[in-house]
C-alpha cells in the first residue's frame, strides 16, 4: 500500500493523531510509521473510520489546518481483538482447581448462578468492559450465562461505550446443576428471541453458545444447528477438545462420531463466523474440517496453562491452512492483558504438540490478536486493524511505561525486537488510551 492512501470521504468530523503508526497488510506483515498520522472521519453511515494513515511528512500537507493530537515517543496500534472470553467469570479469575472438570463445578457454575439478577449481571458487565478497555481490548467474542439476563446486560453496556462486542446465551440443559440448567425449548426461544433483539444494533453481534457438546442436549444442539442455518450472520461459539478428561466424556455421550469436533459438524454447528476455543487435542481430519468448513479455533494459552489443558499446535495450525487467533478465556485465562496472552503464546508455540515447535515472530503474535483475529471472526478490514476504511478502534501505547520496558524498547535494534519487548514486557500499565470509535475511553 502507499503510503498516504485514503479512502474518499467529505471532509467533515476529522480528528489526527500523530505518533509510530502500527497496522498490517493483508499476509499479517506490519506497516509500520516512526513518525505517522492517523486520520479518522465519520462515514456516509455516521461510522468513525480510519480515513488516512501514513508517514507525517507525506500527510500533513493534506490536512494542514487539522488539530492534531500528538503523542511523542508512542505507538499507535489496532485495538486488540479477544476471539474468547467469559465476562461472567470475571471474579472466578484466579481460582485454584485440579483441573477444567472440577473448576467448572467448583467455581464457575456457583457464580454463574447469581447471573439470574440482571442488576447483578449489569454490574460484572460494567467492570469486565472498563477492565478490557483499560487493557486496549475493544472488540471481543464473549459468552453469556444460561439466562438471557445476562446477554441483555452486558449489551447494554457494551452498547452505552459504543463498542463493537459479540455475546451469547450459553445453551446448556444437560449435566449442569441447578441455577445454571437450562430447558430446551425454552433455551431457543430466548435464544432467537435475543438475535432479533440485538445482533446487528449499532456496533453489536450475537452469538448462538452451545456452553459445549456434553452440556447440550441432541435436542439443543438440534435447534442450535436450525437457528444458526436461519440466522447464517450471526456467530457461533463452544469449547472442543480443551482437556482429555472432557474429550473421553464427549466420547462416551457421542460414541458414533468420529472425533469431538465432528459432533458439532453433525449438528450444523460449523461455518463461517463459528468458533471453537481451544482445539487442543485435534488430528490431522479435524483440522481439515475446520479449514474446509471456514470455521475458527480461538487460542486460549494462559487458560490452557492454567488449567493444565495442554498446548496448541501453532506448527500443525499453519501447516493445514485454517483459521486461528489469540484469546483470553477470562476466567480460565489468568490476565485481560493482551500482552499476557501473547507472552504465553510464544512459549505455547515453542512446546506445540509436535517436535520441534515454533517460535512465532511478534508480527505474526501481534496479527493474531489484532487483524489476524478480526478476520477470523468474520471481521476483517472492519476491526482489528487501521487501513482505510477501517473502524477508527486503537491504543496508544507508551515503550516507556516501565523501567525494564523503556531499557529493553531503546536498546532494539529493528521493529521486531521492539515489538517483542513489548510482548515480553507489557502489561496494562503501557495502555495510555484507548479509542473507540474515534473517542477516548480512559
Not at 100 to 120: G, I, Q, S, V
Not at 169 to 181: A, F, H, I, T, Y
Not at 224 to 253: C, F, M, T
Not at 364 to 384: D, E, I, R, S, Y
Request: charged share 20%; with cysteine.
Amino acid at each position: 500500500m502507499a503510503k498516504g492512501f485514503a479512502v474518499l470521504n467529505p471532509m467533515n468530523d476529522f480528528t489526527a493523531f500523530r505518533a509510530a503508526v502500527l497496522r498490517f497488510a493483508d499476509d499479517g506483515t506490519a506497516l509500520h510509521e516512526t513518525d505517522g498520522l492517523l486520520v479518522v472521519s465519520t462515514n456516509d453511515v455516521g461510522r468513525c473510520v480510519v480515513h488516512a494513515v501514513g508517514d507525517y511528512c507525506v500527510l500533513i500537507g493534506q490536512y494542514a489546518n487539522l488539530p492534531v493530537q500528538h503523542f511523542p515517543n508512542h505507538l499507535i496500534a489496532p485495538g486488540f481483538v479477544d476471539m474468547h472470553i467469559h465476562y461472567p467469570q470475571t471474579d472466578v479469575i484466579g481460582s485454584p482447581a485440579d483441573g477444567l472438570l472440577p473448576w467448572l463445578e467448583n467455581y464457575t457454575f456457583p457464580h454463574e448462578a447469581r447471573f439470574a439478577d440482571e442488576a447483578y449481571a449489569a454490574s460484572v458487565a460494567d467492570f469486565f468492559l472498563d477492565e478490557l478497555l483499560r487493557n486496549g481490548v475493544t472488540t471481543a467474542l464473549t459468552f453469556g450465562t444460561s439466562h438471557p439476563q445476562s446477554v441483555h446486560a452486558f449489551m447494554r453496556a457494551a452498547q452505552a461505550r459504543g463498542l463493537r462486542m459479540m455475546a451469547g446465551k450459553s445453551l446448556q440443559d444437560r449435566n449442569s446443576p441447578d441455577g445454571v440448567r437450562d430447558q430446551t425449548e425454552q433455551s431457543l426461544i430466548d435464544t432467537e428471541t435475543l438475535i432479533r433483539q440485538w445482533h446487528g444494533k449499532d456496533r453489536l453481534g450475537y452469538a448462538i453458545t452451545p456452553r459445549f457438546a456434553p452440556s447440550c442436549s441432541d435436542a439443543q444442539m438440534h435447534g442450535a444447528g436450525e437457528l444458526a442455518a436461519r440466522y447464517p450472520d450471526v456467530w457461533i461459539q463452544s469449547h472442543v477438545a480443551e482437556n482429555k478428561d472432557e474429550i473421553a466424556w464427549a466420547a462416551q455421550l457421542y460414541p458414533k462420531a468420529r472425533s469431538y469436533l465432528q459432533v458439532y459438524a453433525d449438528f450444523g454447528l460449523l461455518r463461517p463466523r463459528a468458533v471453537y476455543a481451544h482445539c487442543i487435542h485435534i488430528d490431522a481430519d479435524d483440522r481439515a474440517l475446520l479449514r474446509d468448513t471456514g470455521t475458527a479455533a480461538a487460542v486460549c494459552p494462559t487458560s490452557n496453562l492454567f488449567l493444565g489443558s495442554g498446548f496448541f499446535d501453532f506448527a500443525a495450525a499453519r501447516q493445514s491452512g485454517f483459521l486461528h487467533g489469540l484469546a483470553s478465556d477470562v476466567g480460565g485465562g489468568t490476565s485481560f492483558s493482551p500482552f499476557h496472552t501473547m507472552r504465553a503464546a510464544y512459549c505455547a508455540g515453542r512446546e506445540g504438540q509436535t517436535k520441534p515447535g515454533i517460535s512465532l515472530s511478534p508480527q505474526k503474535l501481534w496479527w493474531q490478536h489484532t487483524a489476524g483475529a478480526a478476520a477470523a471472526l468474520g471481521l476483517g478490514g472492519v476491526v482489528g486493524n487501521l487501513l482505510p476504511g477501517s473502524e477508527a478502534d486503537f491504543v496508544v501505547l507508551n515503550p516507556q511505561a516501565t523501567p525494564l520496558l523503556a531499557r529493553k524498547t531503546e536498546a532494539a535494534n529493528s521493529l521486531d525486537e521492539w515489538l517483542f519487548a513489548f510482548i515480553m514486557l507489557a502489561d496494562d500499565r503501557a495502555v495510555v488510551k484507548t479509542v473507540v470509535a474515534g473517542e477516548a475511553r480512559d
